[in-house]
């Protein structure tokens, strides 16, 4: 299936400064990436997506960028807020399984005054 | 539309129990999703359906798991008999075009302790 790696597990930034989360994932067909944020004790909720066909897309203070020839793609939070505390969740589908997702295994941001 | 509506909230029951979990997808989306999320094996997808058809479950641990899509508003998610490493967040979600084409909406999840 689908491998779906996630770096760091946690990081820690000001406010005010970037912030930017890893992931890798091992199905070379895969060609939708979601990134999900998930605040303490609330549902997972996509905040950002790209697909194969595009290298970088942008909504406002995030961005996601897609590497497909290594396999990784990356979230930027710039001009981190409060509010970004919470877990991202990066997601591949596995081609071979129906295009099911996969998750990474989370990343804990955040965001100190 | 209210969103994906799952119940209960919160579960609390002893090991050997039925527990069972429910669902109510967004009208019109076709795909209905069963995640169980754990702070050691993070958000695990458990089963889907397409159009009430199971498609893949084979995220469910055992055969002690179970689940349902009678129609297209209504999904169960069964556990019997449970046992203590069954507690975790249990999230249902819906999509109109699968999880690999569109965005899934979650659940608020229901929260499972099996004492």
Redesign the interface.
């Known amino acids: 299936g689908e491998n779906v790696e996630q770096h760091p597990s946690t990081l820690s930034v000001q406010e005010g400064d970037s912030a930017v989360i890893k992931c890798t994932y091992s199905d070379s067909a895969s ?2 990436f ?1 990134w ?1 944020k998930q605040e303490l004790g ?5 905040i950002i ?1 790209i697909r194969s066909n595009v290298g970088e897309k942008k909504d406002q203070r995030i961005a996601v960028t897609l590497n497909k020839t290594a396999k990784h793609f990356s979230l930027h939070i710039t001009e981190t807020q409060p509010e970004d505390s919470a877990v991202y ?1 990066c997601a591949a ?1 596995f ?1 071979g ?10 990343t804990q941001l955040k965001v100190e005054l | 539309d209210a969103g994906v509506i799952q119940s209960p909230r919160h579960e609390v029951t002893e090991m050997g129990q039925e527990v069972t979990l429910r669902c109510k997808p967004i009208s019109g989306h076709n795909s209905l999703f069963w995640y169980r999320q754990t702070m050691m094996r993070g958000l695990e997808l458990l089963i889907y359906f397409n159009n009430n058809v199971p498609i893949d479950d084979s995220g469910m641990p055992e055969d002690r798991f179970s689940a349902k899509m009678p129609n297209a508003s209504f999904s169960t998610l069964k556990i019997q008999p449970s046992e203590p490493r069954d507690s975790a967040v249990y999230f249902c979600a819906s999509s109109s075009g699968g999880s690999n084409t569109g965005e899934l909406f979650f659940g608020e999840g229901s929260r499972l302790t099996v004492l």
């Open positions: 060609n939708y979601p999900y609330k549902r997972p909720q996509l997506d969740f589908p081609t399984g129906g295009n099911k997702l996969t998750f990474g295994t989370g």
